[in-house]
Structures are given as structure tokens and as C-alpha cells.
């Protein structure tokens, strides 16, 4: 196991693609996060609350929500047994907002393309970005993140896996596996 980030990377990570989304969609006011689960939703969630401080017409309690893939994924025929989770939107909706998909780990697309796919029954947004805290490469479809935490390079091998306090009990990022 190799540690990647440390809490205050993250906290710098998130920060740093709070100012990136507010410059890119010139202010927060029209910005709507939708968190994948289950590390997305804590860390859209962490990136309201930078967005609100430094936009102040961004509400998180209007502007964030919670987007579940499951029944969206190409793979179900493999995992039949994934458990359905709660898609919350936000009460200002989607349509014509600027979405920001927010997801922990960017690894073969597929995700997001379901993702994507959800959106899309929900109404239809003026963009769609996608914020992730760790790009790792090894994409399966043209997805490409609009904002990055950290660019990662590992092999097919090696797993990155986010813990985050809300969930794991502690901040950080480490890559496991992939020792010959």
C-alpha cells in the first residue's frame, strides 16, 4: 500500500477544482453538483461548501444532489446483485443548469457514461462537467474529466481507493496491490 495524498492534499485538491468550476461557468449561481456514490456524494458535498464561499449566489442546500448509476451500467449482467441506491436531485433541478458530476476515482469511463445516461432522464442541463479527485487513466470510452485533483498513472494492476472521513473514518488516497 502506498499513500498518494494525504488530508491536506485532498482539502488543497478540492479547493483548487472549487475556483476551477466557478471561473469555468463564470460564477456558481446556474451550477448544480450531483454526486456519485458513494465517495462522490461526501466529496460534492465538501465542494459546495468551497463553492459557496467563494460565490455566495451558490445555495448547497438547493444545488446539490446525489445521482445513482446502478440500473444505468452496462455490467449488470455480470454483478446482478448490486443494490439499487437513492438518486436525491436537487431542488433546483437540472434543466438548464451546468451540471458537475462528481466522482472519486475516473478509471474506465463507465461510470460516467451511465451516468450520463441518468442525467439525461432527468431533464436537460445547459453543460455537463465532470469533477473527479483522481484520474487514473486506462479509459474504455472517450470520457475525459473536466476537473482533476490528481493525475495518477498506475497499471491495470494496482487498485487507487479514496477513503474520505465521512465514510472511512479518515482522509487519503493509496494505491494497493501491484508489487511483483
Do not use: W
Not at 437540472?94 to 442525467?119: P, Q
Not at 473527479?132 to 491495470?156: A, M, Q, W, Y
Amino acid at each position: 500500500m502506498t499513500a498518494v495524498l494525504g488530508a491536506d492534499d485532498i482539502s488543497r485538491a478540492l479547493t483548487r477544482i472549487a475556483h476551477e468550476i466557478v471561473e469555468r461557468a463564470k460564477g456558481a449561481a446556474d451550477v448544480v453538483l450531483l454526486g456519485i456514490p458513494t465517495r462522490g456524494v461526501p466529496l460534492a458535498n465538501r465542494l459546495a461548501g468551497r463553492l459557496a464561499a467563494i460565490d455566495p449566489t451558490f445555495d448547497p442546500a438547493t444545488a446539490v444532489g446525489e445521482l445513482d448509476v446502478t440500473m444505468y451500467r452496462d455490467d449488470l449482467h455480470r454483478n446482478p446483485t448490486r443494490a439499487v441506491g437513492a438518486t436525491r436531485m436537487p431542488a433546483a433541478g437540472v434543466e438548464g443548469k451546468t451540471v458537475v458530476l462528481v466522482d472519486d476515482v475516473l478509471y474506465s469511463g463507465r461510470t460516467i457514461r451511465a451516468a450520463l445516461d441518468a442525467i439525461s432522464d432527468l431533464g436537460r442541463p445547459a453543460a455537463v462537467r465532470l469533477a473527479c479527485l483522481v484520474d487514473r487513466g486506462h479509459r474504455e470510452l472517450p470520457i475525459r474529466p473536466d476537473f482533476v485533483g490528481k493525475n495518477l498513472p498506475t497499471s491495470t494492476e494496482e487498485r487507487v481507493q479514496v477513503r474520505l472521513a465521512e465514510t472511512d473514518g479518515k482522509d487519503e488516497v493509496v494505491i494497493l496491490g501491484g508489487e511483483k
